[in-house]
Structures are given as C-alpha cells and as structure tokens.
C-alpha cells in the first residue's frame, strides 16, 4: 500500500500539521491505528508536562560487551540491553526483530 503525505489538525491548538508517510508507517510498523491528534509542538508540551523529558538516564551494562552505557528508560529485566553497537549488531543477527533495549534514543512520533 502506497502512503502519502496526509495533513491532519492538532486537537489542542488547531493548527495544521503534515503526518507523512514515513510516520504513518512509523504508527504502522507499531500496531498504533490512530492518526496522532496533536502537532509536533503540541505533543512535545503535553510530554514535557508529563515529565517524560526529565526521565533520568539509567546506567546499565551492556549485555554483549560489558560496556556502561546510559538507556532514557528503566530497564525491563526480562530483556538483556545493549549498548549502541552491540544493539545494531544484535538487531541485525535477529534480522530486524527487537532482540533487546539499548541506549539508542529513538525519536517517538
Ligand atoms: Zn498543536
Ligand atoms: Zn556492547
């Protein structure tokens, strides 16, 4: 299926913004049905007042290379997590299935 460009309106302030195909298979690729109901700038306010950007760094281990690395989330413990390069690795050996966490801060839509 062929994705273009859409332009949706933020429910907060009204304005317009562009979802483009690479987000829509971004939200895809998650399983989100849902079109995102805010502008970009709006959803960077509501997750500053949820304090999602304070999240502390955690300093993990890597479980490949015994690296310290630093991950924006709370590690799961039921999943080994990996430094950067350990992960791109990991991820490739699994063939782009999720083998794990890492410390790669993937920009969320
Ligand atoms: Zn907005
Ligand atoms: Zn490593």
């Not at 195909?21 to 700038?41: H, I, V, W």
């Not at 015994?66 to 989330?73: C, H, K, L, R, S």
């Not at 080994?80 to 791109?88: G, I, T």
Request: with cysteine; net charge positive.
């Amino acid at each position: 299926m062929a994705l273009e460009d859409r332009t949706l309106s933020c429910r907060d302030c009204g304005g317009e913004f562009a979802f483009t195909a690479g987000e829509q298979r971004f939200y895809m690729e998650r399983g989100l049905l849902n079109d995102p109901q805010r502008c970009p700038t709006c959803r960077a306010t509501k997750r500053r007042e949820r304090g999602d950007d304070q999240r502390a760094l955690t300093t993990v281990v890597c479980a490949s290379c015994g690296a310290q690395t630093t991950v924006p989330f709370v590690p799961r413990l039921d999943k080994p997590v990996y430094c950067n390069s350990c992960f791109v690795k990991a991820r490739a050996a699994t063939n782009g299935t999720e083998p794990g966490q890492s410390g790669t801060i993937t920009a969320t839509p």
